[in-house]
């Protein structure tokens, strides 16, 4: 039976599923209106900078585009950029625990278009190893990210190996 992922926002996450290619794992695209979907008929749900979760379910997993704790609000890029942060970063957590975070430096000329889209360069990397974790049930580790399938044989365009 393959696994189930809802993701919202599929197109910030176009390479994972080439990452997933030829595993028994099926991603269902949705609109990222939390009151709408029935976690339980996934194995894990996807949200991208989603302020509010589905407090009933434990197979939740929001990416957010800054560091936590710090920055947990819903204009998060915003206030960051107001307060003149040099480091920020993705988080990769559920309603109760960091699983992820990776930094991202601001320069003086960093724009928040530049920000976002490295926000999204990272995620497509950090995320797939993460949802390997999560499917096998083990804890995340950043080793994975340098052992997945890209770097094994060459890159096949996944993303996880640059």
């Known amino acids: 039976m393959p696994k189930k992922i809802a993701i919202s926002y599929p197109e910030v996450f176009k390479n994972i599923k080439k990452y997933f290619e030829g595993r028994d ?18 194995d894990l749900v996807i949200f ?12 939740v997993v929001n990416v957010h585009p800054a560091l ?7 204009n998060a890029i915003e206030k960051i950029f107001s307060d003149g942060i040099k480091v920020s970063g993705v988080t ?8 992820a975070q990776y ?6 000329d960093t724009h928040v278009d530049d920000y976002l889209n490295e926000v999204h360069s990272i995620s497509e990397k950090l995320l ?7 499917l ?11 052992s997945n399938s890209c770097t094994k044989g060459g890159c096949s365009g996944c993303g996880g190996c640059h």
Do not use: M, R
């Open 68 to 74: 936590l704790p710090a920055y947990k609000s819903k």
């Open 103 to 108: 930094p991202i430096l601001i320069g003086l």
């Open 128 to 134: 797939p190893p993460v949802i390997d974790a999560i």
């Open 92 to 99: 990769i957590h559920s309603k109760n625990k960091i699983i």
């Open 48 to 59: 991208y900078d989603a302020f509010d979760f589905v407090n009933d379910c434990d197979n």
């Open 25 to 42: 794992v099926e991603f269902v695209p949705f609109d990222d209106d939390v009151a709408k979907i029935d976690c339980s008929a996934f």
């Open 136 to 146: 096998a049930d083990k804890v995340f580790d950043f080793k994975d990210l340098f």
